[in-house]
C-alpha cells in the first residue's frame, strides 16, 4: 500500500526484494568482472592488479598514498602487485617533485592498452543495461550506488556529471 502523504511504496524495503537486491548484485558483479578475468589471467593477473591498472589510469600521478585510500588494501598487498605490474612494465614509477618522499605511478603505453582492453568490455556492458533501463533508471541506479558507497567517498562523485561536447 503507498503512502498516501509521501508517495512512496514501502514494499521495495520487504525482505524479499532487500534479498534479490543482494542477490543481484553478486550475479552482476559476476558478470561485470568475468571478461575482465580472462583478460587478467592471460597475464597471470587477478582482480587486484585490474583495480590498480583502472585507478591509477584514471587518476595519472596518482600518488601511492591516495591510491591505498582508494583501495582500502595494506601497503603489502600493493606492494606485491604494484611491483608486479612494475617489473613488468604495465606502471611506472616517479618520485615527486615537491616531496621527493612520494612516488606517483602512471600507465605505461603497456600499461593503457591493457587499461582500454579492460575497461572497454565493463563500459559496453554498462552503456547496454544504461540504454535498456533509461535516463530515470540511470539515475536512479547512481543514487542506489552512492548510497551503498561510504559516505566518506561519496564525495569523490560529483552530484551533476560535466555535459559532453557537442551534445
Do not use: C, W
Request: proline share 3%; net charge positive; glycine share 8%.
Amino acid at each position: 500500500m503507498t503512502d498516501i502523504k509521501t508517495g512512496i511504496n514501502p514494499l521495495f524495503l520487504r525482505e524479499e526484494e532487500l534479498r534479490q537486491g543482494i542477490e543481484l548484485l553478486f550475479f552482476a558483479y559476476r558478470d561485470f568482472t568475468a571478461e575482465p578475468d580472462a583478460i587478467l589471467a592471460e597475464y597471470g593477473f587477478g582482480r587486484a592488479h585490474h583495480r590498480v591498472i583502472y585507478f591509477v589510469g584514471r587518476h595519472p600521478g596518482i600518488t601511492v598514498s591516495e591510491l591505498l585510500e582508494i583501495l582500502r588494501i595494506t601497503k603489502q598487498s600493493l606492494s606485491r602487485v604494484l611491483g608486479q605490474l612494475v617489473r613488468e612494465r604495465f606502471i611506472v614509477q616517479r618520485t615527486g617533485v615537491r616531496d621527493r618522499r612520494q612516488r606517483l605511478l602512471d600507465l605505461t603505453e603497456k600499461g593503457v592498452e591493457l587499461e582500454r582492453q579492460l575497461t572497454e568490455r565493463q563500459r559496453a556492458r554498462i552503456a547496454r543495461a544504461y540504454r535498456e533501463a533509461g535516463a530515470e533508471a540511470v539515475e536512479g541506479f547512481r543514487k542506489v550506488l552512492l548510497g551503498l558507497v561510504d559516505e566518506a567517498d561519496r564525495g569523490r562523485f560529483p552530484s551533476r556529471l560535466p555535459a559532453r561536447r557537442g551534445a
